[in-house]
């Protein structure tokens, strides 16, 4: 009987994904990544520029921890690709404000305590920030329709309205008689005022 000894066969050498120069302005700040051409603006942002404030949440793009501004508009981030970017104004909740002077959103959300983890918290505020940018929400029924891809597992819904509401009233975009009221539907329910400082 001969004996037949085979060498493992291992493992193919893996190919490095080929990558390409991508040029994208972010926060007001120029950056060249060489990055795969299937590279995320998500995974841009967190992996090659350590931008972590935009979270990766569900990246199918149906919770919105992702959200950043492109342009003035929000996009999920997980679902486009950087190579598209190129020719575009990114900002992220780190080009918002910054810890001395924080944005009108970012102190409203404090303001009314509209977080409890914070995960979702980037995201609320860019989209808030993108809402407020289009125009298009002028009461407390299109900001939550309009804010509806933003998911909050703890539930501060409530607290991120009043928060979003704050903003667009001290900015004269509320288009509605009655005062806002962070989710009250009856007249006589006194609206939820701010804490006062």
Same mark, same amino acid.
């Given at each position: ?24 302005? =972010? $926060? ?17 942002? @967190? ?26 508009? @929000?996009? $999920? ?12 104004? =990114? ?18 959300? =404090? ?38 891809? $933003?998911?909050? @597992? ?5 607290? =991120? ?37």
């Amino acid at each position: 009987m001969s004996q037949v000894t085979q060498v493992p066969l291992g493992r193919a050498p893996v190919a490095p994904a080929p990558t390409q120069p991508v040029s994208l302005n =972010i $926060n007001g700040q120029a950056h060249t990544l060489h990055i795969a051409p299937w590279t995320t603006l998500l995974d841009a942002l @967190r992996e090659y520029l350590d931008l972590t404030g935009t979270k990766k949440g569900c990246d199918h793009g149906q919770c919105g921890a992702c959200t950043v501004l492109v342009d003035g508009k @929000r996009i $999920n981030s997980c679902l486009s690709l950087a190579v598209t970017h190129e020719d575009s104004r =990114i900002q992220t909740i780190e080009g918002l404000g910054t810890e001395d002077k924080l944005s009108p959103l970012q102190q409203a959300f =404090i303001d009314h305590d509209a977080f409890q983890c914070g995960y979702c918290t980037p995201g609320q505020i860019c989209s808030a920030q993108g809402l407020i940018n289009e125009g298009k929400a002028k009461n407390e029924a299109e900001v939550r329709e309009l804010m509806s891809g $933003n998911v909050c @597992r703890c539930g501060a819904y409530p607290n =991120i309205l009043s928060a979003v509401m704050e903003v667009m009233q001290n900015e004269g975009l509320i288009m509605e008689d009655k005062a806002w009221s962070a989710g009250a539907t009856e007249p006589e329910i006194a609206p939820v005022e701010p804490p006062k400082k």
